[in-house]
């Protein structure tokens, strides 16, 4: 796989994602860990489960945060 064509030195190994509905009300939290894509890219994935406080049903959350202009060039 290429490197990456830039990266944030300063950024964390992980992240700690809280996600809340607009009342406030906690769902769940999950950590995002540091990845390098397929795509060459960087930044971070997480996934796991949260729950709605209200009627207690689960939810199965995923998310890519792709640092912006770290894709590398084609070769």
Not at 43 to 61: D, L, M, T
């Amino acid at each position: 796989m290429p490197d990456p064509k830039k990266t944030d030195p300063k950024a964390p190994k992980f992240l700690e994602l809280t996600i809340a509905d607009p009342e406030g009300r906690v769902w769940g939290k999950v950590i995002a860990q540091e990845k390098q894509f397929s795509s060459g890219s960087v930044g971070y994935y997480c996934n796991g489960k949260v729950e709605n406080p209200e009627s207690h049903e689960r939810y199965q959350a995923g998310l890519n945060i792709t640092l912006i202009g770290s894709k590398p060039d084609k070769a």
